[in-house]
């Protein structure tokens, strides 16, 4: 179980308070639900719960794995909820209070409506197949007219309450959609199941000698497989969203009166003065009023070197104070902030991906009026042509619509997408929209981020094994006690033993220690007595100095990611057109991509730049796909037709995100478009398929020659073949 | 054939227990967290697990 030990990062926002989340109920109990960060394994979950049941008065406390969040009920007060919070963050998970006033359950409550119309379905299903099979194999003659209808009044019993019961899905969303004045699938599948069972009921009163009771349910229920798993396929994607809502949840301290007192982050107001503690974020946009310190900007510039800032200078919301406390004055609440307008710029985005029509959806826009207009068709043809009374003529029309059941298109898009969801989950790649494939396999240009993207995202010092070991033991006996990300490095880069040292924090400059009677500083060059520079400014650097002698130079560097170039290069050949788009400094983003042979980069770039450069490749016809990690790049991650993010990037990004990939390959870009092509061959071929046998059933139905039994054959031939279709899938990746 | 009054009325039974039985899945959350599921059943159990909390 070391893996939980690695993997584990403590979180920056130890500070919170957690006590306004808490609700308490009439028993009571405390009810509080935490998002925590750094859940990958069972044994997270159980050191979590273990350690938490040890708490007194805990009456329950349980992890939730596929949601990440942990659900606390105790006895006791609200208060003691940030001493519970504490408990998990010490054993090194990130924790955030859930709003619970974000009505999250709403998909949890449409999940398990749609399994209990399916097992409903099922149940009625299994119960007609044993009358409907002695009812196709067997004749009149043989069982008698008594028992068939005997019968044939059984299924009626059956399927009357179980179409009421589970075919409400599709009568709701038919009714909905009708309402607007449009329609979609639902509709044509709701005529049909209405007409279908109606028909039907007629028939068994008046003794004749087909039902189609056993078609309707089967369709019902090979329709909520369907439908089941192309929700299950957009649960997460949903989930995101009230997440992005939970990361303007946190608290702030606030001096008022000379009195600190701590609030939500969303009811901060312009001109109070707030205190940020090191290692928290800043709360909102606001001004330096006491203090100096380095923040790290990462995630709103995609800068990579911590920034100073002094007293007058404006700070935006989402940087990380490093390493000393500050006062600040805010100069816009926290919904009118940087981060909010980052957010209503995702928003925006996103209204614009509305109008993105699914491949499905345009399949019904054409079935819906084919299929009633071949049902019409056909009644009028056998009243007026072939001169038959307008009963048998209705039947048939009916059996028409019942033949060009839907299932088959109702699980060519579903199937698949539940296979290669679940085939790149294993691999390492988690697709979080349903429509996530049909958008991907058709961008024709992509989008890069710098910091985090092509490069590992964070500083790693430079062949660790060319510094003398007593100067990097006495280095990192420093650094550990620094937050500072290249001291973090140095501390990373290094395994020996250390010593305790008590170590001074200067912003901005760097760290000094008294060793044996020596003055140790570790940072800038300045602070360290070393010349000035000698012009090569790219590199990252720490210096050593014992006694104001400078005594040696520590060099980081962002590393690109080990497959980077190999995997651009093979992004090239499937045809993608890529530009590398960084708000870093302009050199450091030339240097990358002279490296990785990109001809089109830019750098500098802020989040509105970005955002219109997308804009503009949209407005050319482009489909454009974008892959990044930073606050910098949410809008336009929500703005692309597809949008990547490795795991490693902030929470707002891969809520933004379409696909996120684990582990450091950027092979996983390349992974996730090549499945998304073949997934979309499929799902061209299960439609196909669908047609194929539409220009068989239709006329035959037509003709009058549809019983029960042809029905319900051609109905779960053509699933089926649909599904072992998608199970091609596999081949070929 | 008199048999078929009997034996319909019993698939009819053993199909509502079933379905019964599904339905008290469902309602006690057990779909709720089929990852997690997955992944307890590596572990040993916890001294006292904490019960199986009710709809958040």
């Known amino acids: 179980m070391e893996r939980s030990a690695l993997h584990h990062q403590p979180d920056h926002q130890s500070a919170l308070a957690f006590a306004p989340f808490v609700r308490g109920d009439e028993k009571g109990l405390q009810h509080l639900v935490l998002s925590v960060n750094g859940i990958k394994c069972a044994s997270c979950v159980q050191r979590i719960e273990s350690t938490l049941a040890r708490e007194p008065d805990m009456a329950e406390a349980r992890v939730n794995f596929s949601t990440q969040r942990l659900n606390l009920v105790w006895k006791g007060t609200a208060a003691q909820a940030d001493h519970l919070a504490a408990v998990v963050e010490q054993l090194g998970f990130g924790v955030r209070p859930f709003d619970s006033t974000v009505n999250h359950t709403e998909s949890d409550r449409e999940a398990n409506f749609l399994l209990l119309c399916l097992a409903v379905a099922g149940f009625g299903m299994g119960n007609i197949m044993l009358m409907s099979v002695p009812l196709w194999t067997s004749t009149t003659e043989v069982m008698g007219f008594a028992t068939r209808e005997f019968m044939h009044w059984m299924s009626a019993l059956i399927a009357i309450p179980i179409v009421l019961y589970s075919g409400r899905p599709f009568f709701r969303s038919a009714f909905a959609a009708l309402s607007k004045g449009h329609t979609n699938m639902d509709v044509p599948i709701s005529v049909g199941l209405v007409l279908t069972t109606t028909l039907s009921i007629v028939e068994t009163m008046r003794g004749a000698e087909h039902a189609y009771f056993d078609s309707v349910v089967m369709l019902i229920f090979f329709l909520l497989v369907g439908r089941y798993l192309d929700f299950r396929a957009r649960r997460t994607a949903r989930a995101a969203a009230s997440d992005l809502l939970a990361m303007l949840a946190g608290t702030a301290l606030v001096i008022e009166n000379g009195q600190p007192r701590r609030i939500a982050i969303r009811e901060l107001v312009a001109g109070m003065r707030v205190d940020v503690a090191m290692g928290e974020r800043i709360p909102a946009d606001a001004l330096v009023i006491e203090g100096t310190s380095t923040l790290d900007t990462s995630l709103v510039t995609g800068e990579s070197l911590p920034q100073p800032v002094g007293k007058g200078e404006p700070v935006y919301s989402g940087m990380l104070n490093l390493s000393a406390p500050l006062s600040l004055q805010i100069s816009r609440p926290a919904d009118n902030s940087l981060l909010a307008d980052i957010v209503r710029l995702m928003e925006k985005a996103e209204q614009g991906q509305a109008r993105y029509v699914r491949i499905a959806d345009r399949a019904a826009r054409f079935y819906t009026p084919v299929v009633h207009l071949l049902a019409l068709l056909t009644f009028l043809a056998w009243v007026f042509i072939g001169h038959m009374a307008w009963q048998p003529a209705l039947i048939i029309a009916v059996s028409v619509l019942i033949i060009t059941c839907p299932c088959a298109l109702g699980l060519a898009v579903p199937v698949v997408q539940v296979l290669a969801t679940s085939l790149l989950m294993k691999r390492g790649v988690l697709v979080k929209s349903g429509d996530a494939f049909e958008r991907l396999a058709a961008i024709d240009a992509l989008l890069l981020d710098k910091t985090g993207t092509l490069t590992v995202g964070h500083p790693e010092l430079v062949d660790p094994q060319s510094y003398p070991s007593a100067q990097l033991a006495l280095a990192v006996s420093l650094a550990r006690k620094s937050r500072h990300p290249l001291s973090k490095a140095l501390a990373a880069a290094f395994t020996g033993p250390v010593a305790d040292l008590d170590v001074a924090e200067f912003p901005g400059e760097g760290l000094a220690a008294t060793v044996a009677g020596q003055q140790v500083r570790l940072g800038s060059r300045l602070w360290c007595y070393a010349p000035q520079a000698d012009g090569n400014v790219d590199h990252l650097e720490l210096w050593l100095a014992i006694d104001g002698k400078p005594q040696c130079r520590f060099i980081f560097a962002d590393p690109l990611r080990s497959d980077a170039a190999v995997t651009l290069r093979a992004l090239e050949a499937a045809g993608l057109n890529l530009h590398l788009l960084s708000g870093d400094r302009p050199e450091a983003v030339a240097h990358v991509a002279g490296v990785l042979g990109l001809a089109k980069a830019q750098g500098g770039l802020k989040p509105a730049d970005k955002y219109d450069f997308l804009e503009q490749l949209k407005a050319a016809g482009h489909k454009v796909g974008m892959v990044g990690d930073g606050l910098n790049d949410a809008p336009v991650l929500s703005g692309a037709d597809i949008a990547l993010s490795p795991s490693t990037a902030i929470d707002m990004a891969q809520n933004a995100a379409d696909i996120v990939f684990m582990g450091d390959r950027l092979d996983a870009v390349r992974l996730a478009l090549v499945t998304a092509r073949r997934t979309q061959q499929l799902v061209r071929d299960n439609f196909l398929i669908s047609i194929a046998y539409n220009i068989v059933a239709i006329p035959m139905a037509m003709a009058g020659y549809v019983t029960p039994f042809i029905a319900a054959l051609a109905m779960s031939s053509s699933s089926i073949i649909v599904i072992i279709n998608s199970f091609r899938l596999k081949r070929g990746l | ?56």
Do not use: C, K
């Open chain 2, 1 to 56: 054939m008199d048999v078929m009054i009997y034996l319909i009325p019993l698939a009819l039974v053993l199909g509502a227990l079933w379905l019964g039985v599904f339905v008290w899945t469902l309602r006690s959350h057990q779909y709720d967290d089929m990852q997690g599921a997955a992944e307890r059943i590596l572990l040993d159990d916890l001294p006292e697990a904490p019960r199986v909390p009710p709809a958040v």
